[in-house]
């Protein structure tokens, strides 16, 4: 099956500690995207990637890291300097930057207490 | 500044009827137009989308509705099933390249009751 996961569906870490999301795809998808959803706020961008060993700050950046070593994979590292890092993350994909259709993993809930 | 504002918050109509969600955008530059749909724990798909070169798009019982001129595009769902119960978003985006991202609005949780 073609898709994308995301793991593991819950996190919960201790205020202070980094922590990594991951998300891999089998779409053969060169854009990936990270998002952030909270309660009544929609989806806003973390990062966003457009091909291996590039990618760029979106509306929210502060806080988050990412890397894109594989086409494949696009983790996201949520920092200690995230203040409010507890939210729903959702990792996305498309063919190609530009390309309209995203397609989105099932998320993770991170909980920080 | 949010750029697609979405509205109502939530909406709660019986089997059989007619939702209606509307969104509104400022950027004169946004040229697609999808809705995605979301279940609870799960991550949103699209659903149906529509450019500004056309003023309705009909997928089965969702329609989309486009007015260029006022900048407000809406979804329908038709004859509402309990099974449509989610949180819908619309969203915008401008043209391909390296700007290229989607726009959300903050999203619509629809109850369809039996």
């Known amino acids: 099956d073609g898709g994308i996961t995301q793991s593991p569906k819950y996190l919960f870490r201790k205020e202070g500690q980094n922590v990594t999301l991951s998300c891999e795809q089998n779409l053969n998808h060169d854009a990936m995207y990270w998002y952030r959803q909270d309660p009544g706020q929609g989806l806003r961008l973390i990062y966003y990637s457009q091909i291996v060993n590039d990618f760029q700050k979106g509306d929210i950046a502060e806080g988050y890291s990412v890397s894109r070593e594989k086409k494949e994979s696009f983790p996201l590292t949520v920092t200690s300097a995230q203040k409010n890092p507890t939210a729903f993350y959702l990792c996305?994909?498309?063919?190609?930057?530009?390309?309209?259709?995203?397609?989105f993993g099932p998320g993770t809930r991170l909980t920080v207490t | 500044q949010q750029q697609v504002k979405q509205s109502p918050q939530s909406l709660i109509v019986q089997k059989g009827g007619i939702s209606i969600i509307n969104c509104a955008y400022e950027?004169?530059?946004?040229?697609?137009f999808p809705w995605y749909q979301q279940f609870p724990g799960k991550g949103p798909a699209l659903l149906i989308a529509i450019r500004p070169d056309v003023s309705e798009k009909k997928e089965g019982r969702f329609t989309i509705s486009f007015n260029k001129s006022a900048k407000q595009f809406s979804l329908h769902i038709m004859d509402s099933q309990p099974g449509d119960s989610a949180t819908y978003f619309c969203?915008?985006?401008?043209?391909?390249?390296?700007?290229?991202?989607?726009?959300f609005g903050k999203g619509t949780l629809l109850t369809v009751n039996p």
């Open positions: 996305a994909s498309s063919i190609r930057q530009g390309s309209y259709e995203q397609y």
């Open positions: 950027n004169t530059a946004f040229d697609y």
């Open positions: 969203a915008a985006s401008t043209g391909g390249g390296s700007n290229y991202k989607l726009t």
